[in-house]
């Protein structure tokens, strides 16, 4: 069974930095692309950040780019999201997902086929 546990949010002021873990299990994390997504209130789920299972190649959505960033470890089963100068606008749950190397746009939900549970980042003004 896959599973797929986020931890590492909160609250923070703004200017501040997060970073979030995704611990994964039940699967070969090494061949799984993996990615994050959030969902604010009101709103739909979105795109955030993606990594090849190789960890070579990284994907950011425009408003994330140059502020957060992906990374992985392999050898622990563990995908992280570090994110620096958080705005309010960052506000929601985050989601950590996993895919197969071939699934398709790193930026969709269809690219994914395991999700976590979601953590609350909160982000005040």
């Known amino acids: 069974q896959v599973q797929l546990v986020e931890s590492g949010g909160g609250l923070v002021q703004a200017g501040g930095s997060l970073r979030l873990s995704c611990a994964a299990s039940g699967l070969t994390f090494s061949s799984f692309r993996m990615g994050w997504f959030r969902q604010a209130p009101g709103k739909e789920r979105e795109f955030v950040a993606a990594i090849r299972w190789s960890g070579r190649s990284t994907y950011y959505a425009d408003s994330v780019k140059g502020r957060f960033a992906i990374s992985r470890d392999n050898a622990q089963n563990t995908v992280y999201l570090q994110m620096n100068s958080l705005k309010p606008e960052d506000t929601a749950v985050y989601y950590c997902?996993?895919?197969?190397?071939?699934?398709?746009?790193?930026?969709?939900?269809?690219?994914?086929?395991?999700w976590g549970q979601g953590t609350q980042v909160t982000v005040s003004s």
């Open positions: 997902a996993a895919g197969s190397p071939m699934g398709g746009s790193y930026y969709a939900q269809p690219g994914y086929d395991y």
